[in-house]
């Protein structure tokens, strides 16, 4: 099976990182875990969430080219390690980048065919109530990435797909379904067409 980059983008607070961790292994599925130089929060764990990195080395991540984009977004940076992204589509894994829009458009450029879902939840005051429930941020940081939410939301028209977020396994099928639409188109069947010649 040939190997295909998903990004699936959405505002903080949107449920992307609930709906990602849901994404069957079994199924092809393959996380990227990115670096950031946010501070974990309580119950994160550097490997699983994130690679927590100093500002310093993840400039140096930076500057020596180990990262296929990065972006400073709300304070921190965050970006992603390029050699498992690299390595996992040439092992025809689904790869799936859980990243904001500016990182999944530089992405789009040098991967076009990358397949990029929006993810959205059902209102803006939902996302809110999602934000202040979650408890991890305090109100100027809420503010911000509520901020940070209405600038994403023109770009929506950049992305392939938009997902509405109201019920979690809905939202995981939707994006299965996605992907497997997207397997079938014969650009990303070079794979399957070669097998046939040569059966
Ligand atoms: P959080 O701090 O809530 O974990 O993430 C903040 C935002 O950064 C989210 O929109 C998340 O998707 C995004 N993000 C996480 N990792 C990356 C990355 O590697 N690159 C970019 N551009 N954004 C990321």
């Known amino acids: 099976m040939d190997g295909m980059l998903v990004i699936i983008s959405g505002p903080s607070g949107s449920g992307k990182g609930t709906v990602v961790k849901q994404l069957n292994p079994d199924n092809g599925y393959a996380l990227s875990i990115s670096v950031t130089t946010r501070k974990p929060r309580e119950g994160e764990q550097h490997g699983r969430d994130y690679f927590f990195t100093a500002e310093e080395d993840f400039h140096t991540m930076r500057q020596e080219n180990n990262l296929l984009e990065h972006f400073f977004y709300v304070g921190n940076y965050y970006g992603t390690p390029r050699k498992y992204v690299e390595e996992q589509i040439a092992e025809g894994k689904i790869v799936v980048l859980e990243i904001e829009v500016n990182g999944a458009l530089q992405v789009k450029e040098k991967f076009p065919s990358a397949v990029l879902i929006f993810l959205m939840p059902p209102t803006h005051s939902e996302l809110e109530n999602r934000l202040k429930k979650r408890g991890t941020e305090d109100a100027g940081t809420i503010e911000a990435r509520l901020k940070q939410a209405l600038e994403e939301v023109p770009l929506i028209h950049r992305y392939n797909y938009l997902v509405i977020n109201d019920v979690i396994p809905e939202a995981v ?23 046939f010649l040569r059966s």
């Open 173 to 195: 099928a939707k994006i299965d379904a996605i992907v497997a639409a997207e397997r079938m188109k014969p650009t990303r069947c070079a794979a399957k067409i070669q097998d």
